[in-house]
């Protein structure tokens, strides 16, 4: 099978050049606008895209920033004079590039860099199939482990559920791959794992915990891990569990990570873990309302959470919130 490239340049000649480029190799599809491009990413599948970035009517950026809706798993490339250093930093930032090529351009350079690029691309594609194949093989284990979470502590009746729904509402809002969204809606039903090793009566206690019992509770993160990290196709998986009670201003446990050094699934989880553990009965106290836990996550963005993600996750959760009665009777890993 070839793979599919979209090319975008305002110039004949350069369009030309592409083609004959690659034409050999790959199915190219070129294009002279920006808007040209969009209507081929409405209509078939584009596994890169090379966009020049001075464009008259829509600069190459502005294009890939576009792009990235309609077309998320694309790898992309974008070529670039000398005098565009700051659209460079804004590709790097807000387009997620794979590469940046500089005018004027030498073919085989180009090619070794599509090539490699491609390589990636297929990569990306296989990690999405394992992850996918993963879900498949581990929904009948990981439903049994979160209905025997359920039946150890009634007060947390449906908790993996519902924090795995409001992090992949937040998910998709923040654009992650399917790839991520995959790897996130298994670590949500499997973060709290590790309750398992977390006797009853600290659970279930009611009243305030002591420190010691504190410590108890906390073990959970590293019981959860040791009972995962012996399947290694869920490494990723292992990861964003292990670091899901860490906070963005670096105070969490249990290795006080701190910003984006904290996988962003990780991050995702540890909102909705917490919004959900605010709104819900305990046996020590009754939930805050909807609106309160909302203004306690505002609080508390960028101290105990990213407040890019708090952000994304109070723009979902009004919505969320109605729906998660339906969604916690049915099984999400469906």
Known sequence: MKY???????????????????????????????????????????????????????????????????????????????????????????????????????????????????????????????????????????????????????????????????????????????LLLSELELAGLLHDIGMIGVPETVLSKPGNLEVNEFDVIKRHVTIGVKILEEIKQLENVVDIVRTH?????????????????????ARIIAVADAYDGMVSDRAYRKGMSHEAAKEELKKQADTQFDSIITDAFLAIIDQARLEVDVISSTKVLE
């Open 4 to 178: 599919n490239i979209l090319v975008v340049d305002d110039e004949e000649n350069n369009l030309q050049l592409f083609q004959r480029t690659f034409r050999k190799k790959y199915n190219v599809f070129p294009a002279k606008s920006g808007t040209e491009a969009l209507d081929i990413l409405s209509n078939m599948r584009i596994d890169l895209i090379i966009s020049d970035q001075r464009m008259p009517e829509m600069e190459g950026v502005e294009f890939l920033k576009r792009s990235m809706e309609l077309s998320p798993d694309s790898v992309r490339i974008l070529i670039t004079g000398y005098s565009d250093a700051g659209a460079i930093v804004d590709a790097i930032n807000n387009v997620k590039i794979h590469r940046y090529i500089k005018k004027p351009w030498i073919p085989e350079d180009l090619i070794n860099t599509v090539d490699a690029a491609l390589e990636l691309y297929q990569l990306n594609i296989d990690n999405q199939q394992l992850t996918l194949d993963l879900k498949d093989l581990f929904s009948g284990t990981i439903t049994a482990i979160t209905e025997a979470l359920d039946a150890k502590d009634p007060f947390t009746f449906g908790r993996s559920k519902r924090v795995t729904y409001y992090a992949l509402e937040t998910g998709k809002s923040l654009n992650l791959s399917p």
């Open 245 to 265: 009670h860490e906070r963005f201003d670096g105070y969490g446990y249990p290795y006080g990570l701190k910003g984006e050094e904290i996988p962003i699934c």
